[in-house]
């Protein structure tokens, strides 16, 4: 009988890279963000990432991030991948879950995420701290007892051939 391997991935790099892998398919040119919504007994329950609602054509619709008219910008059109994530999940409750996302959710993602019972956010990067929206973020999520951490990187490169 052989030991088995030591050099298996973490939960945590397994759902962050699940995350990262949905974020891929984000057509936008400029942030790509994937969400992974995990069950507490390590299952996924539900997988997003940023783009337009179903029906809205990407080819159609801006992905311009600045325009004097803001109609010609992504902004009022984009959902979000948490959002996704959420609307996506058909099996009833999400309560107690976690949600793996590369990036820290904005205010309307966080509202959401609390609203469905999600219990933990596992974030990569923090690339907007001192913006309103995460500072309501950060505060509504502190008001609503949700567990907050940042990813450990380890220095793992994990790579796919497919």
């Given at each position: 009988?052989?030991?088995?391997?030591?050099?298996?991935i973490?939960?945590?790099?397994?759902?962050?890279?699940?995350?990262?892998l949905?974020?891929?398919?984000?057509?936008?040119?400029?942030?790509?963000?994937?969400?992974?919504?995990?069950?507490?007994?390590?299952?996924?329950?539900?997988?997003?990432?940023?783009?337009?609602p179903?029906?809205c054509?990407?080819?159609?619709y801006?992905?311009?991030?600045?325009?004097?008219?803001?109609?010609?910008?992504k902004?009022?059109?984009?959902?979000?991948?948490?959002l996704?994530?959420?609307?996506?999940?058909?099996?009833?409750?999400?309560?107690?879950?976690?949600?793996y996302?590369?990036?820290?959710?904005?205010?309307?993602?966080?509202?959401?995420?609390?609203?469905?019972?999600?219990?933990?956010?596992?974030?990569?990067?923090?690339?907007?701290?001192d913006?309103?929206?995460?500072?309501?973020?950060?505060?509504?999520?502190?008001?609503?007892?949700?567990?907050?951490?940042?990813?450990e990187?380890?220095?793992?490169k994990?790579?796919?051939?497919?």
């Amino acid at each position: 009988m052989s030991d088995k391997r030591t050099d298996y991935i973490s939960w945590d790099e397994y759902f962050m890279a699940v995350a990262k892998l949905a974020g891929m398919r984000s057509k936008d040119p400029n942030t790509q963000v994937g969400a992974c919504i995990v069950s507490q007994d390590h299952k996924i329950l539900s997988i997003g990432y940023n783009g337009f609602p179903l029906g809205c054509s990407d080819d159609e619709y801006p992905w311009s991030r600045e325009n004097e008219d803001p109609l010609l910008t992504k902004y009022p059109y984009v959902a979000h991948g948490e959002l996704n994530a959420i609307l996506n999940y058909r099996g009833g409750s999400l309560e107690g879950s976690t949600i793996y996302v590369g990036m820290f959710p904005c205010n309307e993602c966080t509202k959401a995420i609390i609203q469905s019972g999600i219990k933990t956010i596992v974030y990569c990067e923090d690339k907007y701290p001192d913006s309103a929206s995460v500072i309501a973020s950060k505060r509504m999520l502190s008001s609503a007892g949700i567990s907050v951490r940042k990813y450990e990187m380890r220095g793992k490169k994990i790579e796919l051939d497919v």
